[in-house]
């Protein structure tokens, strides 16, 4: 009887620390640089002469380089058809834009977050129906998961709304990741909706997972990020801002005439934006979406379903990525990104395998455009313009 009992108690004791051993063991994977494979022969002359014509007449019409400053890049799978560079880094130094000036990609970040988050999936370190609370237990926020936050779908209000009303924040000193989950933890702020009754965009999601990423890696998310996607994807001249420390180094950001857009307190906030980049490494980041050694395909799969399909049933968010889904069954995946003068646009046509890149450091309306050019690419119900 004893030993039957002994037996059971031990098997037990060994399916629980199995469970604790997730949580608590971290095994640092060796990341590997991504090889690129090409999965179809190099472009046709005559594919690659008829795409650079569309290309140019969208940039030549939507932005011409005299107005126009940022980088602009088309390609099909690694094979770069077109990319036109514009404007200027610091225009008071003339410096002009070049093919490796990182840029300021805004909510673009939130791709990146996505696919740190998910890796820690496929690593065993994480899982998507995680409660939040699990990792930060200082908040209130009882039945939210890594799902909710990833998708929009928490009901977590927005940091640079509930850290100016009331004063809860000191503006004299950049708000920062730590100091949104302080806020949140002393005042218990109430949600904005009941856990994932409805899609709510809402930038702190993505602040605290970047706080997550953190502590489950016990690194600052800067290291982390290049430590992940950065380096083994040869993402050269990508990296995450840290402010105000880096002020004087990165591309200024302008808004309309090139009057300098300037620093506020949310600078510091990383996670929902804060990623410089280029449109090649960028490139570089959406060839390893399709690569299984970088990004299972349970956690790709994940990342590309949506969660919200609105009234139209046409618009959708999934994790870490907006898409648009036609009822004739074609879709389409992107994000797009907006903070002080930098705006973007980044789209990803997954059964052609194009890429389509768009980003201004000088604020412009014109890189929301680029969706214009996918019926050139893959077939959609948009109407063609040139």
């Known amino acids: 009887m004893r030993l039957w009992l002994f037996g059971i108690i031990l098997i037990f004791s060994l399916f629980s620390c199995r469970r604790i051993l997730r949580r608590e063991t971290i095994v640092e994977p060796n990341y590997k640089t991504v090889q690129f494979q090409s999965l179809t022969k190099p472009l046709s002359k005559k594919y690659r002469r008829e795409k650079q014509k569309v290309c140019r007449e969208f940039a030549n019409s939507i932005i011409?380089?005299?107005?126009?400053?940022?980088?602009?890049?088309?390609?099909?799978?690694?094979?770069?058809?077109?990319?036109?560079?514009?404007?200027?880094?610091?225009?008071?130094?003339?410096?002009?834009?070049?093919?490796?000036?990182?840029?300021?990609?805004?909510?673009?970040?939130?791709?990146?977050?996505?696919?740190?988050?998910?890796?820690?999936?496929?690593?065993?370190?994480?899982?998507?129906?995680?409660?939040?609370?699990?990792?930060?237990?200082?908040?209130?926020?009882?039945?939210?998961?890594?799902?909710?936050?990833?998708?929009?779908?928490?009901?977590?209000?927005?940091?640079?709304?509930?850290?100016?009303?009331?004063?809860?924040?000191?503006?004299?000193?950049?708000?920062?990741?730590?100091?949104?989950?302080?806020?949140?933890?002393?005042?218990?702020?109430?949600?904005?909706?009941?856990?994932?009754?409805?899609?709510?965009?809402?930038?702190?999601?993505?602040?605290?997972?970047?706080s997550i990423i953190e502590r489950i890696k016990k690194k600052p998310f800067h290291k982390v990020a290049e430590e992940m996607i950065f380096k083994p994807l040869k993402m050269n001249h990508s990296f995450i801002f840290q402010y105000p420390k880096q002020v004087d180094t990165v591309a200024q950001s302008y808004k309309e005439h090139y009057k300098i857009a300037p620093y506020e307190y949310l600078d510091g906030v990383y996670g929902d934006k804060n990623v410089y980049t280029t449109a090649r490494d960028l490139l570089k980041f959406d060839q390893a979406t399709y690569d299984l050694n970088f990004l299972s395909l349970p956690s790709r799969k994940e990342m590309f379903t949506g969660y919200s399909l609105d009234r139209r049933n046409r618009r959708d968010y999934g994790l870490g990525w907006r898409l648009v889904d036609f009822e004739t069954g074609e879709k389409y995946f992107f994000h797009t990104g907006w903070w002080h003068g930098n705006t973007g646009c980044y789209i990803s046509l997954r059964k052609e395998r194009v890429t389509l890149i768009c980003l201004s450091n000088k604020y412009s309306k014109r890189p929301f455009q680029l969706a214009s050019l996918i019926p050139y690419f893959e077939p959609m119900p948009i109407d063609k313009i040139w």
């Open 64 to 210: 011409p380089e005299h107005d126009f400053s940022g980088m602009f890049l088309v390609a099909k799978e690694n094979q770069i058809i077109t990319e036109r560079y514009s404007g200027y880094a610091h225009r008071k130094e003339k410096k002009k834009i070049a093919f490796d000036t990182p840029i300021h990609v805004a909510s673009i970040s939130k791709t990146i977050t996505a696919v740190m988050t998910l890796k820690l999936v496929d690593e065993g370190l994480l899982d998507l129906d995680d409660l939040m609370v699990q990792y930060l237990p200082e908040l209130p926020y009882q039945d939210v998961t890594i799902r909710m936050l990833l998708n929009h779908r928490s009901g977590i209000q927005y940091y640079g709304y509930f850290s100016y009303h009331h004063k809860r924040w000191d503006f004299r000193k950049p708000l920062t990741n730590k100091g949104i989950i302080q806020i949140l933890a002393k005042y218990k702020l109430e949600q904005n909706f009941k856990t994932n009754q409805r899609f709510q965009y809402s930038n702190t999601n993505y602040a605290l997972l970047a």
